[in-house]
């Protein structure tokens, strides 16, 4: 499931890549770990780091991204010895000056 949607994020089509984000954050809410460890993988982030750092992509797009990065982090801080890669990233580009945007306050 995780390398269609890599291929969709490699999209030109601003609507695919936007809704493949989309159906991305319905996963990781919904899946097992199993799927967690396939989206933490080295290309999957790879590309996610790219669009994020690509001035021609849709702002839009790249502030989606930063807030499945910072929500993905904060939701898997708990669990860094089997899923290290979310908390890793986000700090990372964080040291880069990467802005996040807020995360929704949840009731």
Known sequence: MSEQLLRRLQ???LRVIFFSLGLLDILM???STSFHRQVAN???FKQLVAMLNNPKMNQ???NRIAFLIKKWAEKFRS???TLPTFTQVYEALLKRGVRFPNLPIES
């Open 79 to 81: 669990k860094q010895e």
């Open 42 to 44: 080295q290309a999957f």
């Open 60 to 62: 839009d797009i790249q």
């Open 29 to 31: 809410d919904r899946c």
């Open 11 to 13: 999209m030109t089509q």
